[in-house]
């Protein structure tokens, strides 16, 4: 867990529309216990 919330920190610091993309598609893929973690890391990637 700890190295797929790296992947989407690297990601969302990025902020490019690719990025957006990938962690939006994970959130509806990933585990429901990691999709709080994902949305609020696509928040800061759209800030």
Do not use: C, H
Request: net charge positive; proline share 2%; charged share 25%.
């Amino acid at each position: 867990t700890r190295l797929l919330l790296d992947m989407f920190i690297a990601l969302s610091s990025k902020q490019d529309e690719t990025s957006l993309k990938i962690i939006v598609s994970a959130i509806k893929k990933t585990n429901p216990k990691n999709r709080y973690a994902l949305a609020g890391m696509l928040i800061r990637a759209t800030q």
